[in-house]
Nanobody, 126 residues
């Protein structure tokens, strides 16, 4: 059974940092693009960042560019999202996702990702 498990969320003050982790089990994702999305209450799920299978290519939403960094460790089957200079508007549930069809990032739509974690809450206080 494929599982993606996020961790590292929590409550942080504005300007602070967090690092989210997404550990995959059940099958390796070393040949698959991975992504992070987030969903705030009452809003649709939105793209945050994505990374190609070998980490050679990354893309970011404009709202997080320069503040967030996505990386991966294929030996650990884990993807990370380092979040710096956090803002209250970053408050959301953050989801990890895997694209089982492609090693490269195909786009920013949630529809391009097949496996999802359960999410981890990030709350940024002002």
């Amino acid at each position: 059974q494929v599982q993606l498990v996020e961790s590292g969320g929590g409550l942080v003050q504005a300007g602070g940092s967090l690092r989210l982790s997404c550990a995959a089990s059940g099958r390796p994702f070393v040949r698959n693009a991975m992504g992070w999305f987030r969903q705030a209450p009452g809003k649709e799920r939105e793209f945050v960042a994505a990374i190609s299978w070998n980490g050679g290519s990354t893309i970011y939403a404009d709202s997080v560019k320069g503040r967030f960094t996505i990386t991966r460790d294929n030996a650990k089957n884990t993807v990370y999202l380092r979040m710096n200079s956090l803002k209250p508007e970053d408050t959301a549930v953050y989801f990890c996702a895997a694209d089982r069809l492609s090693p490269v990032v195909r786009g920013t739509s949630p529809n391009e990702y097949n496996y999802w974690g359960q999410g981890t809450q990030v709350t940024v206080s002002s």
